[in-house]
């Protein structure tokens, strides 16, 4: 599959208004809640107004959020208070939505109060898209196992019929990979599927930043094969597969180190288990960066992702990286040559690679140097162009939205929706 290189020039968008409902802001630092903090960043800076409703927590914020952020009241997940649920968007904030008066509804989770912005916005006339950013079929599984009651056949079919009622209704669906728009297909959702790609910062995440002093401040040497996982440590990131993995390497002997990058609910029961491995918690900005150039193989078995930032962070960084054979890292990684894609739960699968790359060092430079190259065909600013084109064809299809002013749009322009 060629890389994603959609459309590299931008779509005016300044003097625009448009609302953005997302499940994850600012509460949790996951790849949804960073692409959308950048989404917002790109809107203003290219001169949008952009209102982002969103849930909030009592705790400190794991991130600096970008833009105007709107709290919608919400309720942890049962048994995962790191995710939120929206119970309603609040009389505050249906009277922000009121006087903000947005030219487009942009609804990035298909929860409670994305659901009241999509009635919200087809009652007045206002165009709703949705971008797909969660694979919560997938997701499904793994929240059954906290609860033997749970039957998954009847969660997933309930999952999709909800799906399909969503879905239906916007103009466009913004899914992160030809994989997952096929899915998407399979379920009878098949109108307005857009490929709305990530992308990555190949200055921040690059080879160059690969540091002996990291490495030995954290126990290894200059000599040490790293094998590394970076994410949230979450059972559905496939995190039994990563363990026994690590485990097989160890009771064969095969020289390796292991490094594990992130945080979550699972990282108590997985140190337990993996007490020779580095953990390292969660990393941000420099150091993050340097932990991706200072190893050597990345290894990422995660079958429930929509789209593998983290993934292509690595790749940037000019790491092999060993995935699963799923959505998030199949349009990502090429088998083979940048490096490989497996089973998702073929444990003696992702242990042969592993070894292969532990005992090739020049097959690890090889791969390494492909996926660079692959990764720099993902930059940000094609990948934010290419959905400010998508917002302007939905302003094009709706001549009651129109600019006064002389296209391409300035900042100084104003959008104003025409009174019939």
């Given at each position: 599959?060629?890389?994603?290189?959609?459309?590299?020039?931008?779509?005016?968008?300044?003097?625009?208004?448009?609302?953005?409902?997302?499940?994850?802001?600012?509460?949790?630092?996951?790849?949804?809640?960073?692409?959308?903090?950048?989404?917002?960043?790109?809107?203003?800076?290219?001169?949008?107004?952009?209102?982002?409703?969103?849930?909030?927590?009592?705790?400190?914020?794991?991130?600096?959020?970008?833009?105007?952020?709107?709290?919608?009241?919400?309720?942890?997940?049962?048994?995962?208070?790191?995710?939120?649920?929206?119970?309603?968007?609040?009389?505050?904030?249906?009277?922000?939505?009121?006087?903000?008066?947005?030219?487009?509804?942009?609804?990035?989770?298909?929860?409670?109060?994305?659901?009241?912005?999509?009635?919200?916005?087809?009652?007045?006339?206002?165009?709703?898209?949705?971008?797909?950013?969660?694979?919560?079929?997938?997701?499904?599984?793994?929240?059954?196992?906290?609860?033997?009651?749970?039957?998954?056949?009847?969660?997933?079919?309930?999952?999709?019929?909800?799906?399909?009622?969503?879905?239906?209704?916007?103009?466009?669906?913004?899914?992160?990979?030809?994989?997952?728009?096929?899915?998407?297909?399979?379920?009878?959702?098949?109108?307005?599927?857009?490929?709305?790609?990530?992308?990555?910062?190949?200055?921040?995440?690059?080879?160059?930043?690969?540091?002996?002093?990291?490495?030995?401040?954290?126990?290894?040497?200059?000599?040490?094969?790293?094998?590394?996982?970076?994410?949230?440590?979450?059972?559905?990131?496939?995190?039994?597969?990563?363990?026994?993995?690590?485990?097989?390497?160890?009771?064969?002997?095969?020289?390796?180190?292991?490094?594990?990058?992130?945080?979550?609910?699972?990282?108590?029961?997985?140190?337990?288990?993996?007490?020779?491995?580095?953990?390292?918690?969660?990393?941000?900005?420099?150091?993050?960066?340097?932990?991706?150039?200072?190893?050597?193989?990345?290894?990422?078995?995660?079958?429930?992702?929509?789209?593998?930032?983290?993934?292509?962070?690595?790749?940037?960084?000019?790491?092999?990286?060993?995935?699963?054979?799923?959505?998030?890292?199949?349009?990502?990684?090429?088998?083979?040559?940048?490096?490989?894609?497996?089973?998702?739960?073929?444990v003696s699968a992702f242990r042969t690679r592993i070894q292969e790359l532990v005992e090739a060092p020049s097959l690890r430079k090889q791969l390494g140097k492909a996926a660079r190259r692959?990764?720099?065909?993902?930059?940000?600013?094609?990948?934010?162009?290419?959905?400010?084109?998508?917002?302007?064809?939905?302003?094009?299809?709706?001549?009651?939205?129109?600019?006064?002013?002389?296209?391409?749009?300035?900042?100084?322009?104003?959008?104003?929706?025409?009174?019939?």
């Open positions: 599959m060629p890389p994603y290189t959609d459309i590299a020039v931008h779509a005016p968008v300044a003097g625009r208004r448009i609302a953005l409902f997302a499940g994850a802001y600012n509460h949790i630092s996951d790849g949804v809640a960073l692409t959308l903090n950048r989404l917002v960043q790109y809107l203003e800076d290219h001169g949008a107004e952009v209102l982002i409703f969103a849930p909030t927590t009592n705790k400190p914020p794991a991130l600096a959020h970008n833009g105007t952020l709107i709290p919608v009241p919400s309720i942890p997940f049962p048994g995962r208070s790191d995710y939120r649920l929206t119970v309603g968007i609040s009389k505050k904030g249906w009277s922000r939505l009121e006087t903000f008066e947005p030219d487009l509804v942009h609804i990035a989770t298909p929860d409670y109060a994305g659901a009241q912005a999509l009635r919200w916005a087809k009652a007045n006339q206002v165009p709703a898209v949705s971008s797909y950013h969660t694979h919560f079929a997938s997701y499904l599984k793994y929240f059954a196992s906290y609860n033997p009651l749970y039957r998954i056949e009847l969660l997933e079919n309930t999952a999709w019929r909800y799906g399909r009622w969503f879905y239906t209704q916007v103009e466009h669906v913004y899914v992160p990979s030809p994989s997952i728009a096929d899915k998407l297909r399979s379920q009878g959702i098949t109108d307005g599927l857009k490929i709305w790609a990530r992308g990555v910062d190949s200055h921040r995440f690059s080879p160059r930043h690969r540091s002996e002093q990291w490495r030995s401040a954290h126990g290894f040497t200059e000599k040490d094969v790293v094998i590394t996982y970076v994410g949230r440590l979450v059972w559905e990131k496939n995190l039994s597969v990563l363990g026994k993995v690590i485990e097989q390497l160890r009771a064969q002997g095969i020289a390796h180190q292991s490094l594990v990058v992130g945080d979550g609910p699972a990282r108590s029961a997985l140190s337990e288990q993996l007490q020779n491995t580095v953990f390292t918690g969660p990393l941000h900005g420099k150091e993050l960066a340097t932990a991706y150039a200072s190893s050597d193989v990345f290894l990422f078995p995660s079958e429930t992702e929509t789209f593998g930032n983290v993934t292509l962070e690595a790749m940037a960084s000019g790491l092999p990286s060993i995935c699963a054979n799923a959505s998030g890292s199949d349009f990502l990684v090429l088998d083979g040559e940048t490096g490989y894609l497996l089973p998702p739960h073929d692959r990764a720099l065909a993902f930059e940000w600013k094609s990948v934010m162009g290419t959905l400010a084109s998508y917002y302007q064809e939905i302003w094009k299809n709706h001549p009651e939205y129109q600019i006064s002013g002389l296209a391409p749009a300035g900042p100084d322009l104003h959008i104003q929706k025409a009174v019939a």
